[in-house]
């Protein structure tokens, strides 16, 4: 019986300041609720970091502003249980090129992975329900999947992704906002969902590969407007394009009436 005492006190000994060390390298606070904990900052040496589900005996919750902005972290494993994903959190992570988002996550703010530009790919899992502006713009992203709950492609959301290649927009998408993916030189076709319905200023602007739009012939109308005005008139969607005459044909059967 002492043999076994000694040896529990021996292994809680060797765990508790491994379980101190983990949760020393996260500055903290709590949710507005107190019922969980806000990374606040991270300030570990680690590059490949696991965010613990539970620091001080709760639960993790959040992801605070720029809690890792322009941290040196090559990978991050964010915990089921977090739901939100503050302004900046991971932005200019130069040499973050994993990320393991929960299932559990509803909300990403603008910026959140800004400037990650190792970045290559990906999963947003289907529980999110906001994407802030800018969410992924100048990352290194090559190919991206929306997800299906979110109906709006959020402003500048992949703006200046000069690797992507491919995206896929879900069913359930209404509209592309603003600039949402300026400046993607790579991308070459795009395939628009039966629910689209407006497309904003910007929105393709610059993506000098982009030859096919595919637009299902259920689309009868799609408004081609402004979200930002003081960008330009609104014309502005396809600028420095290599669509084909059957694109071009096709946009115009929907409503984009500008000469191109």
Do not use: H
């Amino acid at each position: 019986m002492k043999k076994q005492v000694f040896i529990l006190i021996f292994i809680t000994i060797m765990i508790i300041p491994l379980w101190a060390q983990a949760e020393a390298d996260f500055r903290v606070g709590f949710t507005s609720d107190g019922t969980g904990v806000v990374i606040r900052r991270y300030s570990g040496t680690q590059t490949n970091v696991t965010i613990p589900s539970v620091i001080q005996f709760m639960p993790v919750k959040e992801i605070a502003r720029e809690a890792f902005n322009t941290s040196d972290i090559t990978s991050i494993v964010i915990p089921e249980g977090v739901t939100i994903i503050r302004e900046s959190a991971f932005a200019n992570c130069k040499n973050l090129s994993s990320v393991t988002l929960p299932n559990s996550l509803t909300t990403m703010e603008e910026y959140a992975f800004a400037n990650c530009t190792s970045l290559s790919s990906i999963n947003l899992p289907d529980s999110l329900k906001s994407i802030g502006r800018g969410a992924f713009q100048e990352s290194g992203l090559t190919s991206a999947r929306w997800p299906a709950g979110i109906e709006v492609i959020s402003i500048r959301a992949f703006s200046n992704c000069r690797k992507l290649q491919s995206v896929t927009i879900p069913e359930g998408v209404t509209m592309i906002a603003s600039f949402a993916f300026f400046d993607c030189p790579e991308l070459t076709t795009i395939a628009l969902p039966r629910t689209i319905n407006r497309i904003n200023e910007g929105a393709f602007n610059a993506c000098t590969s982009l030859t096919t739009i595919n637009i299902p012939d259920s689309i009868w109308l799609i408004f081609f407007s402004e979200q930002e005005p003081y960008f330009g008139t609104g014309e502005g969607t396809f600028i420095d394009t290599k669509l084909s005459s059957a694109t071009k044909s096709a946009l115009k059967r929907v409503g984009y009436d500008v000469v191109f």
